[in-house]
């Protein structure tokens, strides 16, 4: 027989909060390499400089909506990978594709909150010969397998420039879920920027996950080197 005398809790007069989750503070990332079927990320580092300056070069649409770029010089971009390369949030990787053996572009684990087990993949920039290639899914994919999988976050963070088209239509191709946007919340090289926010839950990962996997499946592709599928939902 019980011995509980507390009056029982009437839904309909509480107050509506979320559910309990398991609050342990999520591990921060490592600065680690890591290797994929056709690309692998390797920890950022001024060695990388001379191969990001080459495939840079009349690539200068490419740093449109990114906070920093085009680089007047080498050394311009040496210094701001020496800076970059040190910081743990964003903590940075040089994506080296196996198809050219040379480092091409570079992309981020940033506004990490272990508390709230929330991360966010961002500072993402490929060279044109990389972007819309296989090993340009598979290096975010990489990054995105390493938060949910390995660290267990349960939120994962899409964000980009809001009139960035191409950048929304990577995040949907991934699975990402769009919340919305901040209106005019950020001055960019001068100017104004909306962002549309998107975001993975943990309960959508593996869905999300196994997309991901069959469509860089060897058995995906043909004998050109072309999905056989398309990633998007």
């Known amino acids: 027989m019980s011995t509980d005398t507390k009056a029982p809790r009437d839904p309909a007069t509480d107050p509506p909060v979320g559910p309990l989750v398991d609050a342990t503070p999520r591990p921060l990332p490592a600065r680690i ?4 079927a056709a690309v692998t990320l390797e920890p950022l580092h001024p060695r990388h400089a001379p191969e990001l300056w ?12 990114m906070g920093y770029g085009p680089f007047a010089s080498e050394a311009a971009l040496t ?16 994506v080296r594709p196996h198809v050219s053996g040379t480092v091409e572009g570079w992309l981020t684990l940033m506004e990490i909150q272990p508390r709230n087990a929330a991360i966010e993949v961002g500072h993402i920039w490929f060279s044109p010969r990389m972007q819309r290639s296989r090993a340009a899914t598979e290096a975010m994919f990489l990054l995105m397998r390493h938060a949910m999988d390995d660290l267990g976050y349960r939120r994962l963070v899409w964000k980009c420039n809001a009139l960035n088209a191409p950048s929304r239509r990577a995040a949907m191709r991934l699975g990402f879920a769009h919340e919305g946007e901040l209106r005019d919340n950020l001055v960019i090289k001068g100017r104004s920027r909306s962002t549309a926010f998107f975001s993975i839950l943990a309960e959508e990962w593996p869905a999300r996950r196994d997309a991901i996997l069959a469509w860089l499946a ?4 043909d004998p050109a080197g072309r999905p056989k599928a398309s990633l998007m939902r």
């Open 218 to 221: 060897d058995s995906n592709w």
């Open 33 to 36: 390499p890591h290797r994929g």
């Open 79 to 94: 210094g701001f990978v020496a800076e970059f390369a040190t910081q743990h949030d964003p903590m940075a990787w040089a």
């Open 54 to 65: 080459r495939a840079a070069q009349g690539a200068d649409a490419s740093w449109a909506y």
